[in-house]
């Protein structure tokens, strides 16, 4: 666990030295400094590398164009919903919320990456 939290350090060290630092490169280098079991399990958008952010999350308006269509998440709702013992009727108290954020790199259909908030903005006490 030490190598992520190392990583981090230089790369801040590097950011106050006046490194020009992407608002994303923080979060990509702790992933990519993070074992490769722990990667493999994230909710990540494959779409999305260090290689390419000049074209993905670093251009203003891009989570738009990856956002999955209503029914898709409307889907998504509903069955972590049943999952909870909710029902169909309940789902106008809850919205969905990206766990990683469409702009930092998250998937936008994973299911593992959407968690419940109720409406209004107080998140859930139990797992996405």
Do not use: Y
């Not at 891009?62 to 509903?78: G, M, S």
């Amino acid at each position: 666990m030490g190598r992520p939290m190392s990583a981090a350090r230089a790369i801040l060290q590097d950011a106050k030295a006046g490194a020009k630092v992407k608002r994303a490169f923080f979060i990509v280098a702790l992933l990519a400094s993070a074992p490769n079991a722990l990667a493999a399990n994230l909710p990540l958008n494959p779409d999305v590398s260090q290689e390419n952010i000049d074209e993905t999350i670093c251009v203003r308006g891009w989570t738009k164009t990856v956002r999955p269509p209503f029914e898709v998440t409307n889907a998504i709702k509903l069955r972590k919903l049943r999952e909870r013992g909710l029902t169909e009727a309940d789902k106008s108290r809850f919205e969905l919320d990206h766990v990683i954020p469409l702009a930092l790199g998250g998937s936008p259909d994973d299911p593992r990456n959407q968690r419940f908030k109720i409406e209004g903005g107080a998140e859930l006490a139990f797992a996405p």
